[in-house]
């Protein structure tokens, strides 16, 4: 039995009202920073009233801690296909730094909310989304599972320690990026803070 009129009506009204509040609120945490916004700037952005925003999120935090929400699941589904079918640990590891930096260069704003104001929120822990993270770099795990059992890299490596030098790295490299305002390619150095890696992953000699 369909809905009535009215019920589907109301449903995508409620979540064009959503998305509008989070695209505000993602682009003006952007350009002004997340303690300088407030909620009546955000609802003014999307043209609506404080009143309509408090029916959608609790308070700014809420918005915050929604925007990735989208951006992460779409990584998370892309990130299956852009490693299906290829071989070797390297070759993964590889492959996996040049896409999540190509992905981070494609939706700055995005990155830009994770990387300086959703990562240092406690409270982001304990979200969905955090979830959709944590699946993200457990990929890394099995990269350096699948190398220490090939013998394509160190057999006493610690998968979780070398998840932690990759994550590291990746969250230096796109910090500064940002800080510096994006004047520069993330890919300008990746080569060789790959060639580190792999060196420090690689078999003992």
Not at 69 to 88: R, Y
Not at 102 to 114: C, F, G, N
Not at 132 to 137: A, C, D, E, F, R
Not at 158 to 178: C, E, F, H, K, T
Request: hydrophobic letters at 45%; proline letters at 4%.
């Amino acid at each position: 039995m369909k809905p009535p009129n009215g019920i589907k009506n109301s449903g995508a009204k409620a979540k064009n009202t959503r998305e509008r509040l989070v695209d505000s609120a993602r682009r003006l945490f952007a350009e002004n920073g997340y303690q300088k916004t407030t909620v009546m700037d955000i609802a003014r952005d999307a043209q609506l009233s404080e009143a309509a925003l408090y029916e959608y999120f609790k308070g700014k935090e809420d918005l915050l801690l929604a925007i990735p929400d989208l951006w992460v699941s779409e990584l998370l589904a892309d990130m299956e296909d852009q490693l299906f079918g290829i071989e070797g640990a390297f070759n993964k590891l590889r492959k996996y730094l040049w896409w999540t930096l190509r992905r981070i260069e494609e939706s700055p704003l995005d990155a830009k909310i994770v990387y300086l104001f959703l990562k240092t929120n406690a409270a982001f822990m304990e979200t969905d989304v955090y979830l959709n993270v944590k699946s993200l770099y457990s990929k890394l795990i099995e990269i350096f599972e699948q190398g220490r059992a090939n013998g394509e890299m160190d057999p006493h490596l610690d998968p979780y320690v070398a998840r932690s030098i990759v994550i590291g790295a990746i969250d230096y490299l796109v910090i500064r990026w940002l800080l510096k305002d994006r004047a520069y390619s993330l890919f300008e150095r990746l080569d060789e803070a790959y060639r580190l890696l792999a060196k420090a992953f690689g078999p003992p000699p």
